[in-house]
Nanobody
Framework: QVQLLESGGGSVQAGGSLTLSCAAS????????MAWFRQAPGKQREGVAA????????YYGDSVKGRFIISQDSGAHTVYLRMYDLKPEDTGMYYC?????????????????WGQGTQVTVSS
């Protein structure tokens, strides 16, 4: 089993920045790929970004390209999501997910392990 602990959510005004963190523990060999998803009220969960622990070439969802940056710390088995130029439509619950491979990037059905989520609210 893999446990994922997210932190860093909060409220910010449009144009602001936030950084989310997600630390994996437990069977971390099954968490070789870590990703971020988000879900706005009344909407389906959306893939935001994914990255291999110890790797590069991250994947990004189209709606966040150029504004969000995913990075990883292999020693701490932690991923970060740096969010810039935040917009009200970025509001939602942000979830960290993990699995062995980043098949097709942040695709929900490809991830078995999920965190509890952290709320991000962007006001206009």
């Amino acid at each position: 089993q893999v446990q994922l602990l997210e932190s860093g959510g909060g409220s910010v005004q449009a144009g602001g920045s936030l950084t989310l963190s997600c630390a994996a523990s437990g069977s971390i060999l099954s968490a070789n790929c870590m990703a971020w998803f988000r879900q706005a009220p009344g909407k389906q969960r959306e893939g935001v970004a994914a990255i291999y622990i110890g790797g590069s070439n991250p994947y990004y969802g189209d709606s966040v390209k150029g504004r969000f940056i995913i990075s990883q710390d292999s020693g701490a088995h932690t991923v970060y999501l740096r969010m810039y130029d935040l917009k009200p439509e970025d509001t939602g619950m942000y979830y960290c997910a993990a699995d062995s491979f980043c098949i097709q990037g942040p695709v929900e059905n490809n991830f078995h392990y999920w965190g509890q989520g952290t709320q991000v609210t962007v006001s206009s």
